[in-house]
């Protein structure tokens, strides 16, 4: 069983900055990539970033150049650095990974955290 806890959602104006983090327990040996996604009010979830255990990196479109992810292997922490934020930045914020779990691969998410963008 693998367990995924967000945190460091917030309100912010637009331009402003928030850095959220991820952490894992669990069997994480047996997952992969780690990823964030977010939903907006009235919007399907869409994939934000991604950040595999060697450290290749994957962004939106959206995000790109004012988002970073990063993680700490030793804490089995991710982080995502949200620079220079919009008002369509505003979502509920997940992070994702897969694992194998006997035979099978199975999705783990974690909470979410708010995240709100004020213009």
């Known amino acids: 069983q693998v367990s995924l806890v967000e945190s460091g959602g917030g309100s912010v104006q637009a331009g402003g900055s928030l850095n959220l983090s991820c952490t894992a327990s669990?069997?994480?040996?047996?997952?992969?990539?780690m990823n964030w996604y977010r939903q907006a009010p009235g919007k399907e979830r869409e994939f934000v970033s991604s950040?595999?255990?060697?450290?290749?990196?994957r962004y939106a479109d959206s995000v790109k150049g004012r988002f970073t992810i990063s993680q700490d292997s030793i804490d089995n922490t991710v982080y995502l650095r949200m620079d220079s934020l919009k008002p369509e930045d505003t979502a509920i914020y997940y992070c994702?990974?897969?694992?194998?779990?006997?035979?099978?691969?199975?999705?783990?998410w974690g909470q979410g955290t708010q995240v709100t963008v004020s213009s």
């Open positions: 950040i595999e255990h060697g450290g290749t990196t």
């Open positions: 669990g069997i994480i040996a047996r997952c992969g990539a």
């Open positions: 994702k990974t897969e694992c194998l779990v006997g035979w099978n691969l199975q999705d783990y």
